[in-house]
């Protein structure tokens, strides 16, 4: 995968798309081992090229996601001003990521404000599908009996 076709990275100029391929670099997880955990510094930001990951956060329960598609992304607190992580990341089966360091990105993507705009707009919206099958899990385990939401 190139980051051509990485949702994240399409709109950007191809000169920005290369500059931040050359600062990503290749890391591979085995199973069960963690790309982050909830409360690290969120110094990384992550797309993934192969495996599955689970995200979960703990609380009065645990929420969980798992991230599969390539091209998706991991560790987005890294990129909206978390000091940490608010979940954490573990491998379910061998992975293989690019691993980008938060800011050197940031500093790539205000050098081309335009491509930086569309990289924003494109992780509000992941986030957001991200966001509403959490709703979706939430109403599955609760029932529909209470039909408000809030956004």
Same mark, same amino acid.
């Given at each position: 995968?190139?980051?051509?076709?990485?949702?994240?990275?399409?709109?950007?100029?191809?000169?920005?798309?290369?500059?931040?391929?050359?600062?990503?670099?290749?890391?591979?997880?085995?199973?069960?081992?963690?790309?982050?955990?909830?409360?690290?510094?969120?110094?990384?930001?992550?797309?993934?090229?192969?495996?599955?990951?689970?995200?979960?956060?703990?609380?009065?329960?645990?929420? &969980?996601?798992?991230?599969?598609?390539?091209?998706?992304?991991?560790?987005?607190?890294?990129? !909206?001003?978390?000091?940490?992580?608010?979940?954490?990341?573990?491998?379910? !089966?061998?992975?293989?990521?690019?691993?980008?360091?938060?800011?050197?990105?940031?500093?790539?993507?205000?050098?081309?404000?335009?491509?930086?705009?569309?990289?924003?707009?494109?992780?509000?919206?992941?986030? &957001?599908?991200?966001?509403v099958a959490s709703y979706g899990h939430a109403?599955?385990?609760?029932?529909?009996?209470?039909?408000?939401?809030?956004?």
């Amino acid at each position: 995968m190139s980051l051509e076709t990485a949702y994240l990275f399409q709109g950007m100029s191809e000169a920005t798309r290369a500059k931040a391929a050359a600062a990503a670099s290749a890391e591979t997880c085995e199973s069960g081992a963690f790309l982050f955990r909830a409360g690290d510094a969120a110094e990384q930001f992550y797309i993934l090229l192969e495996g599955r990951v689970r995200l979960s956060m703990r609380g009065a329960g645990q929420i &969980a996601h798992i991230v599969s598609e390539p091209g998706d992304m991991l560790g987005w607190s890294s990129m !909206v001003g978390h000091a940490s992580y608010i979940a954490s990341a573990e491998c379910v !089966v061998p992975v293989k990521v690019l691993k980008f360091d938060r800011d050197r990105l940031m500093r790539l993507l205000e050098e081309d404000p335009a491509g930086g705009m569309d990289f924003y707009r494109r992780l509000a919206q992941m986030i &957001a599908r991200r966001l509403v099958a959490s709703y979706g899990h939430a109403l599955s385990l609760h029932g529909e009996r209470d039909m408000r939401h809030w956004g």
